[in-house]
């Protein structure tokens, strides 16, 4: 194991072993492994967006497998995703790849202004499948937050007590929230904040803008002068509201785009200190060879080896 | 076992020998056995719709031991039924047929313009009635459907650590949909896909139409060129959003119609992949040598034996 | 124990011995014992109208003792009430009549368009008060009616798991049914039919009328040529919907009226094929002897002295 | 033990030993010990109207333990409170007084024109404190009503299952209730048939007035010409209403007064048959030589030493 | 143990000893240790008005390490913290300071007129992280109080039966209370009673003004010439409706203000009886050295180091 490895597995001494274990199988495995920094498979769009609209554009996708491969051959520390997805593959991919087991989701056939999530799996399903974390989404400004926090505080407490790892995705939205406001870098930070005292292990949040969401913080944004304004200070901004670095904060990729804003935002996690990425539909919705020379380039990023 | 057979439960290999034994009983049973495909009975309407408008056209159906019979006399995979009708012939037809018990029913006194079903029996009454899986319909698109969906997954749990397979009715109904929507090969697709995600093991979806629901999904279709034209394309389509054919399939007959037109289905959902039917009204609401013959042809098809 | 109960007993083969033994204490009970026939008396009114209301009329009511006495003295099959009548009496009359402790009940101090009630005893009081069953009443057709289900479902499974029969009140009321329809005869067969498929022992509809409420299934009986005109066409057609007869069907007196009704009505559940009666206000708003004179004439009628 | 006291507990046959010991350890208390009535000291105020309208007239009153010295130099049969006021003074005087936990309250800092309490206490906290029986309050008429009436069937379970009695209060409130009706001798005999119907083995209610509220019942009053002109007419006719009898009904004091009205109250409360009373307000409220006199002069008139 | 550390224990007699342990780890703790008197440090900033509102006058406290430095350096009696803060420290801090595991939260994403917080944490997190007591936060007023009053019934009782103290945050929001009402004298006392009579052993409330909000109580102020016209005044008025000074209140800091302010408050809570107080934003918004020297002075006041 390496020193930044060991360094990261101390900010979770109050942890039991079987929880520092499963964190290091995260940080161990894959083309980064040793080297503190994730790039993580999701697929839950399936789930989310719907089959078509999902895999259509690379229809291998369509099959569970796919992804498994997809995240082995990419040296991804591991795969994320739904229950369905993961009991797909579990048995066939056993041991190749950590698997992190995506505990709640909602489609997109049913909207309601103030979202919520339903809660689709659980530890028991996660500790059958061989999974070394349970993910869960909360959405900080919702009408469901405080539903969703207490849900999230029941799980976690189930998952550490059988030494899973609880990663948190943490998506502002609903409620008073802007659209600008859901990625203000205001309103980011809070969200890792709050990941953060719920007890998550790691925090997946959006990569921020420099829009500030709530009139209470701008004046303290611009009493103290916090410089947010490189994509670079954003990270380091988020990553230290994350009680200063001492919590595994990683990046969402977005939606499909130009790989180039993906290496520059990659570039700016590295610098500004955070822990890495997790890339679904960048990966996915493109041919095999295409995605492995992508995600390729993303980790190499990532180690240091691109600059 | 057939091969296929054995190819289809080696899709299921992350769950727990005892239910691939009970989704080996469903595919090695009646006419169909060692086929792949199944047709099954299911008798649901008493509840849903009331005792004249389902069992006046053929007056022996308000005996519950008339389904049990229907069923083993036309070689049918399985019978599935509400708690009140399995009890009521399970003893006397015990190990004659595998039985499905439907766990949650709605009736037509009440109506909401989102629909929702009461859990009307238990993993618990499936065991002692000798039920080989549990079912469970899913309403997505309506504000109930993330309760419905948190409900399955509690039951699809306690279902799988007794060995009981888990069947999803999934019906999309409810809040923004229209009428045609409920059976666009979109909206039919990602309800294929959301079963499956939630761990269904054999899911129930209506055959689709080629009307596309939603704006975001119909770009994807064009841009994509996804086959719908035909009957078969649109089961093909369904077949691959339900994990790329590794998921079982099947498909609603719908209300009584013209036996041409179900002969029709059955073909495109045979020559589509699908793994056949579960055909309620069309059976019960004739006569019985009526419905044996009917059923004969519907078997014949899915068998090849006409074409 | 004569053949007609043995007959009934094996409708119900499905349930554990446990069960059917208490189904054959309520059958072998009393005056009617053995005929297959049932007159039991129920008390819930002190709770569902008030005391004056309800006792009034005869003050002796008023004493939880009075209604266990004349349920023995009339020979009555079972005699029926909620928690506190039944603590009341349970010590003193232990094993002189059977006992079924109604666990839920509503008063009439609070309304509510959508009408529901309140559960207010268990399983494990009606086992520590030695019933040989529980009495739960639904609504179908109110806004609470899937509550409702679920609620009796929860029961009934642990009612079974103790060998308590299951009696089932199905009181078709709130939401879009018109006043007449709760008693028209497609609402009463539907409730019959709900009862049954939840998993009812034993059903309590009301005597039904020959309004059609439902447009739909007035589509049906017309169609079919459902005979509905007389009460024991109608009585036959709500037993039919219970399961063709392999289902305890049992009918309410309603509000005290003229004797000769009461005893008609007997005539007709008698020839229909229904299964008894159930009389409350009509045995203990009149003075003791009254009384015993009329449930005699009512059981008289059921075990055909009376023509 | 005396006569009375026995006759008293062969009304609650039903129940445990345990639950009979507790029930003769409140009559067998006090002054009034075997006289079959009883006089109970209640302390929810400072929860119901805060602090300072409870206590300031009397200041003593900020202190729990004076209450505790007041029950126990007055001789009263019990001393009720909510959790906070037992705990801080339960070990000091343990054994001194029977002890009932008053399980929910509600307090005046919030209002709803249909109002509920919250539980504020369980039937562990009873054991732990010594108690001898928990104290609930239900508001029949209450939109809430429902929810009260079970959460008291599980306390009350709970309760009884360790050999706890169950005290109800039962206020009729909220809803469709005019002021007066609260009240009203119809809705006070409903209020106490409920109780004693919910399995309450001692019922507490408001002293009725002559006002009828419910038109339905008003019909049967006249037509029955049940006597309710004078207190004690009233008074026999809640206990009539409470299993005639056969249950223990107290009566509230209400809010502080002239003392020639409660004497009034008291004499129309023993001559009709009641039990006893519940007087909060017009014990604590007053010095404490002015209260031991006071509630010497009630106990007096119950135990007839005072005509 | 000081006599006064042993005067205080002895109010909680009905307590198990564990408890009272835990109490006087409280009480011994710290510079204050023995003199009755507590200083706490809590810190939930983070959770309630977001990172950079908190932290960003003063980074290091990004950290959750800085808090518990903080505390033990300063010499606080114990340290209050969320989840997240405590779970990244207390392995490496064990053993050096209390620590209370705040129990709910809510943040400032989302709002409601009606207040709530959701429950971020467990007895069963307070114990791995070995905490002395946990914490809750009711709001008396809001439409929620009940609910947050069941929560904290259970949360109460489940750490009672491991040992562990309970601290209730009581603050009056929502509802009809006017902005100047949440601080008005007879709603603190009143927020005091409530905590105090839901068992709590250490009640934190607002310091108080001088307004009345309720008209019902305002009445009983003039009449019986309660004295609250002093800061002093008001907190023995506050002290005293918490059991007559038989239950550990004390008083928040509030919003960062002139120091004088504060210290005078310390004053007026020393000379009225008060327990002490709990100080965040005073304490963790200034540079670590200013931070220690105010709550020297603080401390000293509490002592009578300084008048």
């Known amino acids: 194991m390496t020193k930044r490895v060991q360094e990261i597995l101390s900010y979770y001494q109050s942890d039991a072993p079987g929880i520092r274990a499963n964190l290091a199988r995260l940080l161990m495995s894959g083309r980064l492994g040793g080297t503190g920094r994730l790039v993580i498979l999701p697929v839950d769009q399936g789930f989310e967006h719907g089959p078509a609209r999902s895999f259509a554009p690379n229809p291998p996708g369509y099959n569970p497998h796919y992804h498994f491969q997809l995240g082995i051959e990419a040296g991804c520390n591991a795969y994320a995703a739904p229950l369905g997805f993961l009991e797909a593959g579990a048995a066939e ?10 505990l709640n989701n909602s489609d997109s056939l049913y909207g309601d202004d103030d979202p919520n999530q339903a809660v689709t799996g659980s530890v ?29 505080r029941e799980i976690a407490l189930e998952a550490r007590s059988v030494g899973l790892a609880v990663v948190v995705w943490s998506y502002p939205r609903g409620g008073t929230l802007s659209k600008a406001g859901q990625t203000g870098i205001d309103v980011a ?43 670079t200070d954003r990270i380091r901004h988020v990553v230290q509201s994350a009680f200063d670095g001492r919590r595994i904060v990683i990046f969402s990729g977005g939606a499909k785009g130009e790989d180039q804003k993906i290496f520059d935002e990659a570039r700016a996690i590295r610098d500004g200190g955070g822990f890495g990425s997790i890339i679904g539909r960048n990966s996915f919705q493109r041919s095999k060879p295409e995605a492995l020379k992508f995600l390729e380039t993303v980790m190499k990023i990532y180690s240091g080896e691109i600059a």
Do not use: W
Not at 93 to 102: D, E
Not at 207 to 230: F, L, R
């Open 93 to 102: 991919f056993a041991g190749q790849i950590p698997l992190i087991l995506k």
């Open 124 to 152: 028991d399903d996660a500790l059958r499948l061989g999974c070394c974390a349970v993910g869960y989404t909360i959405y900080p400004g919702s009408a469901y937050s405080q539903e969703m926090y207490e849900n999230l």
């Open 189 to 231: 930070c809070y969200a890792a904040q709050i990941a953060a005292q719920l007890g998550a292990h790691i925090i997946k949040v959006k990569v921020p803008t420099d829009h500030i969401e709530q009139a209470e913080a701008k004046k303290v944004y611009e009493a103290e002068k916090i410089p947010i304004s490189t994509p």
